[in-house]
């Protein structure tokens, strides 16, 4: 069955550091990963989704399907990064998303 | 205003009752999804339905149902068979060529006591 793992419950960084938040997962199939994130009092949205190799807001994520690995990175943390963030992958059989704990992510000033 | 709309935002319900949430949206979206989210465990998949008139369990049904009689609309009863059914409650929907870019709703908490 397929899973989702983000082993930090709390990410903290001051503004300007690196941030990482990863997520590992476990799939038999061709693993199609996002990650989404909630912003306080807003609806979880769709972040990014790793088959459009794109950088939304400043953060990236690169499948590593040896590490079976799709961490989310952003070289230089802003205040309004302080979210919820889920990593979430695609079951293709069900075409229903499979989410991971969540990781909050808090930037101080 | 386009989206999907979850009502009540919060609900009370004694143990033993049947309660059913609402969800609607006016997207014209095919796919409907049922999530719970309990701290620390994310978000679990209890029900989903690709299309009207037909819908499939998830990972976490058991002591829930679910009707999709129309499209905009996927009601979710959490029976009295629910063994822990205090929760955060999240309904989503997407359309069938995108099923990846879920949009969810505000979501509904009920406590059951």
């Known amino acids: 069955a397929q899973r989702v793992t983000q082993p930090e419950k709390l990410l903290s960084v001051f503004k300007g550091a690196p941030v990482e938040l990863k997520c590992n997962y476990s799939?038999?199939?061709?693993?199609?990963l996002f990650w989404y994130v909630q912003y306080s009092r807003q609806r979880l949205q769709l972040l990014l989704r790793?088959?459009s190799r794109e950088s939304i807001k400043g953060f990236t994520a690169d499948l590593n399907k040896g590490e079976t690995s799709f961490h989310l990175k952003k070289p230089f943390a802003q205040e309004e990064d302080s979210a919820m963030y889920y990593c979430?992958?695609?079951?293709?059989?069900?075409?229903?998303?499979?989410f991971g704990s969540g990781t909050r992510l808090q930037v101080q000033p | 205003d386009g989206g999907i709309t979850q009502s009540p935002k919060y609900l009370f319900r004694k143990e033993g009752q049947n309660v059913t949430l609402s969800c609607e949206q006016n997207?014209?979206?095919?796919?409907m999804y049922w999530y719970r989210q309990d701290p620390g465990q994310g978000l679990r998949l209890i029900y989903y339905?690709?299309?009207?008139?037909?819908?499939q369990k998830g990972d976490i049904a058991e002591g829930y149902s679910v009707s999709r009689e129309k499209k905009e609309s996927f009601p979710l009863t959490v029976t009295s068979a629910q063994k822990n059914p205090t929760a955060f409650y999240l309904c989503?929907?997407?359309?069938?060529?995108?099923?990846?870019?879920?949009?969810f709703g505000q979501g509904t908490r009920l406590t059951v006591v």
């Open positions: 790793h088959i």
């Open positions: 339905s690709q299309i009207v008139n037909d819908f």
């Open positions: 989503a929907s997407s359309i069938n060529r995108d099923r990846e870019k879920a949009f």
């Open positions: 979430a992958l695609m079951d293709t059989g069900r075409r229903a998303l499979t």
């Open positions: 997207l014209n979206h095919d796919a």
């Open positions: 799939y038999s199939g061709s693993p199609e």
